[in-house]
């Protein structure tokens, strides 16, 4: 009876130190996983925006604008706005328009285009029909923006006009007013451009 006194004390002091201890490793537990978080946070990379440091055209009576490369030229001598991905030698024609190789261009290089068709008293997948044909139409959000995307591929031999080889990306959408909107890629070499024109079409937007 005497023994089992004498050991309650000893007893009593080894649970204090147990859950002592118990506190000092859960402490250093918690305090491990915050730096380890914390670590992570500083070492993960914040998105960053390819787009930042391009061009920004607006179109101020179409009430759109979009981005493109610094690398990049703008022609808007005409109704459609072109972009292309270099600075090539340009000719002005008798009105003063802007001429530019286009075959080569498609050939060597790519052409983007945005244009306003009209077609408002088309639903957006009649108007891809007309323009597109009746290849397969992918139905896309863009930014909140609903657009079609109508892909065709030249064959190597062409009959009437157009480049052989060249693939066209037409993507269509309509503005608050109903008219419709194409921007377009045609290149021989997509591949090369076609991750630029992705981020190109991104920036697109209609303005109030």
């Known amino acids: 009876m005497n023994k089992q006194k004498g050991l309650a004390p000893i007893l009593i002091i080894l649970l204090i130190a147990a859950a002592v201890g118990g506190y000092f490793i859960y402490a250093n537990y918690l305090n491990n996983q915050t730096r380890v978080t914390q670590q992570n946070t500083k070492s993960s990379p914040s998105p960053t925006d390819e787009t930042a440091n391009w061009k920004t055209y607006t179109h101020n009576e179409l009430s759109y604008s979009i981005k493109y490369p610094q690398s990049w030229a703008l022609d808007e001598s005409g109704t459609t706005i072109y972009l ?81 080889n060249a693939t066209i990306i037409r993507v269509f959408t309509k503005n608050p007013q109903g008219n419709t909107f194409i921007i377009q890629i045609e290149s021989v070499k997509i591949e090369e451009y076609l991750g630029s024109f992705n981020e190109i079409l991104s920036t697109f937007k209609f303005i109030p």
């Open 84 to 164: 292309i991905p270099k600075e090539l030698p340009k000719v002005t024609g008798p009105d003063q328009t802007l001429v530019f190789d286009i075959r080569k261009l498609i050939k060597e290089y790519a052409l983007v285009s945005i244009a306003d068709v009209g077609e408002r008293d088309k639903s957006l997948s009649q108007a891809a029909r007309i323009y597109g044909g009746d290849r397969l139409q992918e139905e896309l959000k863009i930014d909140g923006l609903s657009v079609i995307k109508v892909v065709k591929k030249n064959p190597a031999k062409l009959n009437g006009d157009g480049i052989p």
